[in-house]
T-cell receptor, first 109, second 116 residues
Framework: GQNIDQPTEMTATEGAIVQINCTYQ??????LFWYQQHAGEAPTFLSY??LDGLEEKGRFSSFLSRSKGYSYLLLKELQMKDSASYLC??????????WGAGTKLIIKP | ETGVTQTPRHLVMGMTNKKSLKCEQHLGHNAMYWYKQSAKKPLELMFV???????ENNSVPSRFSPECPNSSHLFLHLHTLQPEDSALYLCASSHKESSGGAPEQFFGPGTRLTVL
């Protein structure tokens, strides 16, 4: 079956670094996505990895290892506005997204 | 603003009511999606339309009926819903994978549905 696993909740301190892990099992693979969703709002696209390695985009970076079925989202210099849920999703051979339940990130001052 | 709008933002309905959710995208995409989001659960894909043709129907009960009159508009018609259907209903759009465009989906703000 297809499955995405990520931690339910994480807590970090303002100004620190946090890494959110995601493991995936999909039927075929066409990339790994990360989305951010603030409470009561729409998910917004953060990153897309289809090849192994690290993609950096400002304070956010995303890593992919296809051989391990593993990805992580790295958030640096955390700000209070980064408090949100982070959704990991794998794209299968039919180009459909398989979603994780999301990781709720709590930032403390 | 993501370029995808949804109305209404909030809806309360009884089990015997009929209502419709509307989605419109202004991004020139040719694929549109309906998702259901329940608390602490993964997003559930309900329907997919590519170039106005329905390509996915993930075992969704017939009390949910989608309609896609053109590539910019998507509706979800609701009738005789159950309390367990209460959730956030999200619409999204993207380029069709074969079009060569970026594959990410852009989401609307959602309709918070409560069924009494």
């Amino acid at each position: 079956g297809q499955n995405i696993d990520q931690p339910t909740e994480m807590t970090a301190t303002e100004g620190a670094i946090v890494q959110i892990n995601c493991t995936y099992q999909t039927s075929g693979f066409n990339g790994l996505f990360w989305y951010q969703q603030h409470a009561g709002e729409a998910p917004t696209f953060l990153s897309y990895n289809v090849l192994d390695g690290l993609e950096e985009k400002g304070r956010f970076s995303s890593f992919l290892s296809r051989s391990k079925g593993y990805s992580y989202l790295l958030l640096k210099e955390l700000q209070m506005k980064d408090s949100a849920s982070y959704l990991c999703a794998g794209m299968d051979s039919n180009y459909q997204l398989i979603w994780g339940a999301g990781t709720k990130l709590i930032i403390k001052p | 603003e993501t370029g995808v709008t949804q109305t209404p933002r909030h809806l309360v309905m009884g089990m015997t009511n009929k209502k419709s959710l509307k989605c419109e995208q202004h991004l020139g995409h040719n694929a549109m999606y309906w998702y259901k989001q329940s608390a602490k659960k993964p997003l559930e894909l309900m329907f997919v339309y590519n170039f106005k043709e329905q390509t996915e129907n993930n075992s969704v009960p017939s009390r949910f009926s989608p309609e896609c009159p053109n590539s910019s508009h998507l509706f979800l018609h609701l009738h005789t819903l159950q309390p367990e259907d209460s959730a956030l209903y999200l619409c999204a759009s993207s380029h069709k994978e074969s079009s060569g465009g970026a594959p990410e989906q852009f989401f609307g703000p959602g309709t918070r549905l409560t069924v009494l």
